[in-house]
């Protein structure tokens, strides 16, 4: 068997950014430390962020008063926020700057009174976020079927934001139903599909063709890890989305000869480890990393981190 290991692949630098906030916080406060939201979608971060000692709550109500809370890379509504206010919270704001880039693009557009299309699932948090940043300006769409259903008077601004994870594919497609059908439509400054999305799912659509099997790494409720899933089977190549090691079945190997691992955004590098040391043992399997694309993408951490580590070492001992 051979493995085709590709690149890039798994934590991206907003998943990095947002777990280095929690270590750094933990390191300061120590534990308990609470995370509003799972801090990137996947469970064995989650799971060894728990065992640590942090928190992960679904409303802020759920946070002591005057404790410290640090918000997942996924971003919070304004709402959110005033209700840290309100409980005079310590906020260590984790949000990737790419979200925050398409946070700052509907409230711009909202202000010029344009009606916003949000092209996104409607339960993602990265979604959700956003849709509180304009709640009236804007109306999210899934699927090419929700652009047949929208109904915006021909007089009315429009523009269309995304989310950040989603599948080039379906995106492309809703994008060019909307366009279609509001042909004045504007188009965010610069596409917020992020570069890491992009880049993990245009290595797949390059290397599932030469593969018999996609193996890709994050957890169920990762949405980019999901589309990696769908990108190796629009190529014609089978695939599965798994936690780790223990989730794979061998019944899935009959047949095949080569198979490409990949990593969504916010998996870490060990699980795949341990997956190909597996195949290793168990079929000899020989491992070519293949590089589809050049990362070099960093993001500094958040100002808000940042004032708390000063505040922490001016205090008296």
């Not at 085709?4 to 300061?28: H, S």
């Not at 400054?189 to 599932?208: F, G, M, S």
């Not at 957890?219 to 990696?228: D, E, G």
Request: one cysteine or more; a negative charge.
């Amino acid at each position: 068997m051979k493995v085709l290991l590709a690149n890039p692949r798994g934590f991206c630098a907003g998943v990095n950014m947002a777990i280095e906030c929690v270590e750094r916080v933990l390191q300061l406060k120590g534990a308990p430390v609470y995370v509003y939201h799972e801090i990137v979608h996947n469970r064995h971060v989650v799971e060894r962020f728990v065992h640590q000692g942090v928190i992960f709550v679904n409303s802020i109500d759920e946070v002591p008063q005057g404790s410290t809370v640090v918000y997942s890379a996924h971003g919070v509504s304004p709402e959110v926020r005033q209700k840290s206010n309100e409980r005079k919270l310590i906020q260590v704001d984790a949000t990737c700057p790419l979200v925050t880039k398409v946070h700052n693009e509907a409230i711009r557009y909202a202000r010029q009174k344009f009606t916003i299309v949000l092209i996104g699932h409607e339960d993602h948090d990265e979604v959700i976020g956003t849709l509180g940043e304009a709640p009236d300006a804007i109306k999210i769409v899934e699927d090419v079927d929700d652009v047949d259903q929208l109904d915006i008077p021909s007089d009315h601004r429009i523009a269309y934001l995304t989310q950040t994870t989603l599948s080039l594919d379906d995106a492309s497609a809703i994008i060019a139903a909307l366009r279609k059908k509001y042909p004045r439509i504007q188009s965010p400054p610069k596409e917020d599909i992020c570069y890491a999305t992009t880049n993990r799912q245009t290595a797949v659509q390059k290397l599932a063709p030469e593969c018999d099997l996609v193996l890709v790494v994050g957890s169920q409720n990762s949405s980019n890890s999901k589309r990696l899933v769908e990108m190796a089977e629009n190529r014609g190549t089978k695939g599965y989305l798994i936690d780790d090691v223990s989730h794979i079945n061998y019944d899935w190997f009959q047949g095949v000869s080569t198979v490409l691992i990949t990593a969504g955004a916010s998996a870490p590098e060990d699980l795949v480890q341990d997956i190909i040391t597996q195949l290793q043992s168990r079929y000899g399997a020989t491992v070519e990393s293949r590089h589809v694309t050049e990362e070099d993408m960093h993001f500094e951490l958040p100002v808000s981190l940042r004032k708390l580590e000063r505040q922490h070492a001016e205090a008296p001992v």
